[in-house]
């Protein structure tokens, strides 16, 4: 069965645009994945620690075969394979690639390592601007809202 899910890609370290890309392009050949939206990629204030350089954000969609956990292995192999070293950093410090299972399908999930919808993901402009941008009417999981009714509510807050 093929699912839809949408991916959150960001980095500030290093050539940004071609992280984006080459994550882009090794998700595109993941077996049982197919990529078949890409937001615009917009640049953005770091959140976290002073002193990161600016991110480069955007958002894709998949169809896939592949499980939450299985999915979420793979985005964790690129990744690394991206000069990534999760266990090396500092809690929402510069990155050089940062990929994150924003929404799946209609799954919600709270695991160790794993919860879904994204557990931020109604605070960050930066993440739901570019998921508006291609799935402005999806309806997320747990907030029963849009990407763009949960924009328009964290413009409203600020």
Not at 7 to 17: E, M, Y
Not at 31 to 45: C, F, L, Q, Y
Not at 47 to 57: E, H, I, K, M, T
């Amino acid at each position: 069965m093929t699912t839809d899910a949408y991916i959150a890609l960001g980095s500030n370290l290093g050539d940004r645009q071609h992280n984006i890309d080459s994550a882009v392009d090794a998700i595109a050949r993941l077996p049982g994945a197919e990529v078949t939206a890409r937001s615009t990629v917009i640049e953005t204030d770091p959140v976290g620690p002073a002193g990161q350089d600016r991110y480069l954000n955007g958002v894709i969609h998949i169809r896939t075969t592949l499980a939450p956990r299985a999915l979420l292995g793979q985005l964790l192999r690129i990744e690394s394979e991206h000069g990534r070293e999760r266990s090396q950093e500092q809690r929402w410090g510069a990155r050089t690639l940062d990929l994150d299972i924003l929404v799946y399908a209609g799954t919600t999930i709270d695991e160790p390592g794993l919860t879904l919808p994204h557990p931020r993901l109604h605070e960050r402009p930066f993440v739901l601007i570019p998921l508006s941008e291609i799935a402005p009417d999806l309806t997320i999981p747990a907030y029963e809202k849009t990407p763009r009714d949960l924009l328009g509510a964290l413009e409203a807050r600020s």
